[in-house]
């Protein structure tokens, strides 16, 4: 392979840490990486339709809306995150701060990378389909490219998965005829 | 004299126009620029006799006075660092555990939404949350969620809480004290249902571990949560001496405001704002429309849909209406239509078409079918927005809710004297 590796790491607060471990011991040294915050607009949205419930008193002064309150914090946060994302990998990465639908902003973010790097959403009391949320489920469905999930703290061993059950089900009754049939 | 069933269109037509305005408000005009003149209206037009029209404004006076001390002891609460003092508190106290930290928005939430009104946990306390979840990098809509929905959820324990709660107060006869007495289960029950809801609906935000902050590095604003602890004490004392806590609400205010504008650390004009005059003028129209409205027959319509006893079935219907009611346009409107015919139902009815004005709006993000519908055809024009969600959010919670707190109102009202 001639070209360098695009690699792009989905960050989302609470998993980040995560996912820059794991990714870190496994990108190749030329890799070209980046970062990637996506915030979800929901949240100035309910903020926005809050306030409209409450007609004219829910108007504040200049500066003082919440949702625009909400918008800076958002975006100043997310590039210290990032930063910090940055730090803790240790090598140089690109990093990139989006706001709106978070899981179509990711795929569309995705295009062209050669991985994405995607940690699962919660810890080992979180087993099984519950360990995705529905961004990340969509994220891992629709990604244009390999997706790497990772768990964001130690891997489950094996001997979490419940032992199959002791009985096998009993099969399904043969069709009988009915007697008006 | 009008003839009778012109003069129930034409009100009926002034309130449409009414309340149209409030939900579309063009170029962000006041409500009151539709309903004043509305208001004047059906009095002119014979629709609301003037001496009725008077008598209602009286008696929405004090009301209106309530409201407007409650919003300014919120706005000086926030200038005097009350909310940052919470945020901070929150930071210290979830050391890094999302689920901690939800439990924490819970509880300040619901306090600050009793307290000082859902207007407050709206405006002023859900951005301190969103930044202090940002602070702890967590994910911040849970917290947000949690915020907006109790705003309306939690507002149903004290008179002050929610204006529609002020509005009913005055219509029920009961004191502050016995209505927060029965109002306390009611309100426990639902705020109970959004955690149960919420920590399940949105678990896998609710995920991983964030900063440890250290301790609470400023010290709480003492005062103003002095005078609040004075005020709510005043409230309880008020309905003793059978003073209105219109008055209370004003002293607490006062007490608030002199010292700040004393040091100029507030002007009279931040004040002005706070008490939103065009919003009070607006009530006082819109109660006088909907008068007109229920005087010119609706109201009649009403009080046979309102059944009269309290048992647990009419509570249920006369909450799940009143949400229906509050979701169709807003809850302003539904409550001030509801009043005439529940108050002559009883205290209970009341309290329970208050249940389904206050719960009822978490089902639209906006409180109202109307609103959401505008705003959606707003939208339309830019970008989609994301609030199936949230629509969802409140689809799972608002009839859960609903049950539980009528059916804790029903077991409050049997057990109280």
Redesign the interface.
Known sequence: MTATMRVLLWLVEGTWQGCVDAARPLLPADAEVALLHVAPSEVEEATTGALAGLLGRGRPGPGRHPAERISALSDQAAAALLTAAEARLGRQAHRQVRRGRVERLVIEAAQGADLLVVARDGDRSRLGPASLGPATRFVVDHAPCPVLLVWPDETPAVDSIPPPPTHPPPPAPPHEHRADD | MVPRVLAETVALLLLAATLAF?VVRPRGL???VVAVPAALLTVLLGILPTGVALEELRSLGPTIGFLAAV?VLAELCDREGLFEAAGQRMAAGARGR?VALLGLVFAVGSAITAVLS??AT??LL??VV??T???L?????PH??A??HL??TASLLLPVSN?TNLLAFRASGLSFTRFAATMALPWLAAIGVEWLVLRRFI???L????EVVAGPPSRAPRYPVAVLGCTLLGFGLASLLHLDPAVVAALGAGALALPALASRRVQVG?LA?AV?L??LA?VAALGLVVRAVSEAGLGQLVARLVPDSSSLLSLLAVAVGAAVLANLV?N?PAILLLLPAAAAAGPGMVLAALLGVNIG?NLT????LA?LLW?RLLHERN?E???G??LRLGALTVPFALVAATLALWLALRGLP
């Open positions: 409030a006041p409500e009151a919003l999302p859902l207007d709206v405006v859900t951005p969103f930044a979840a940002l602070r990098r967590l994910r911040p809509k947000v969620y915020c907006t705003a309306n204006l678990a896998t935000d995920v991983g571990h964030g931040d704002r939103a065009p919003f607006f807003n302003l709006p993000y906006v409180g109202s609103t705003r970008a927005p994301a609030v969600e949230f």
